[in-house]
């Protein structure tokens, strides 16, 4: 099976040459890479030069719109019967292409998604960010991670689609935020089947800093709220945990004051998270930095659902996002 890869990418030239290093090295060589430059005002056109030799790489500029609608351009010029979309700060393990290919050729189904993982070479934060991305204690745990799920919604950093699904849904919507999910609902509501690889794995980067993925899980929880008013049954009781989770610990911290005892919640859960990251992670110190990453991503969440829920189900406000340009970070 031969695959169209494509990548859209705004001001990371540094990621997309770790991407395509990696991409060079893969087992299964049936691939091209597009790779589409978002408005960028650093581009990685050079970056790129570096691997023609190595790789069938197609390289193009656009105008900013957005990782959704940069996919969507990317896909036009792919000349492949099946896509792969990555974004660019993951690093591909070099069996991922067979491992699809396999599972596609035995179970094909027309998307598929695949978990994420941290290389050694991260930095803590990033080691942190990831466990909270992919923790049971966290909203990781809700995402899906199990063979078994009925409707696995993949997600847009690590995502397969024929192109024929793709093109038969339209591709990715104008949503700003929360676009890969609306893209994985509308697959699923078309009558698309969808499954999960545990194999097709890639070694995720996410953000560098907590500032960058507090604003990035902020904006996730505004976009879920947009998401139900775009696809009503989207909504589950488990999408409203980590809102829950900010009620309680911030009534836990005022209660505090008159009975301390209460503090117990808070210093528990911290607690679960440094023993669970640091035995996963292997560091005392990347399980502390985890508590941090896991509060930024529940308060974030949780903040940015709530003043969703507000505005848009009680105002009657429009789509908003709180950070508009900050697609990728």
């Not at 992919?134 to 995402?143: H, K, N, Q, V």
């Not at 698309?192 to 990035?216: G, M």
């Not at 989207?234 to 309680?248: D, G, I, Q, R, T």
């Amino acid at each position: 099976m031969n695959f169209s890869v494509v990548i859209p990418v705004y001001n990371r030239p540094e990621e997309i040459d770790e991407l395509l290093d990696s991409l060079t090295r893969q087992s299964d060589k049936n691939f091209e890479v597009i790779i589409a430059e978002d408005g960028s005002s650093e581009k990685c056109d050079l970056i790129v030069e570096k691997y023609l030799s190595q790789l069938s790489v197609v390289y193009f500029g656009k105008s900013n719109s957005g990782p959704g609608q940069t996919r969507n351009a990317g896909a036009e010029r792919a000349k492949h019967d099946y896509l792969i979309f990555f974004d660019s700060d993951c690093i591909i393990p070099e069996n991922y292409i067979e491992n699809v290919s396999f599972y596609l050729d035995r179970n094909f189904v027309d998307a598929y998604g695949g978990p994420d993982k941290a290389l050694p070479t991260f930095t803590t934060v990033q080691k942190a960010i990831n466990y909270s991305m992919t923790s049971f204690f966290t909203t990781g745990g809700i995402r899906g991670g199990k063979r078994s799920m009925d409707k696995f919604h993949p997600r847009s950093f690590n995502l397969g689609v024929s192109k024929r699904a793709f093109q038969a849904i339209g591709g990715y919507g104008k949503m700003r935020f929360g676009e890969d999910i609306d893209f994985s609902l509308r697959l699923l509501e078309a009558g698309f089947e969808t499954a999960l690889i545990p194999e097709a794995y890639v070694y995720h980067k996410r953000r560098s800093t907590f500032r960058q993925f507090f604003k990035q899980v902020y904006n996730s929880g505004i976009a879920r709220i947009n998401l139900y008013l775009a696809h009503p049954d989207s909504l589950k009781l488990v999408h409203f945990l980590p809102s829950f989770f900010v009620s309680v610990m911030i009534l836990s911290v005022l209660l505090s004051f008159f009975f301390p005892i209460i503090l117990f919640l808070p210093v528990l859960y911290s607690l679960l998270v440094l023993i669970d990251s640091t035995v996963k992670n292997r560091s005392l110190k990347v399980g502390f930095y985890s508590i941090a990453a896991a509060w930024t991503q529940l308060f974030g969440y949780g903040t940015g659902f709530i003043s969703a829920a507000w505005k848009r189900l009680i105002l009657k406000k429009g789509e908003f996002n709180a950070f508009e340009k900050k697609f990728y970070d």
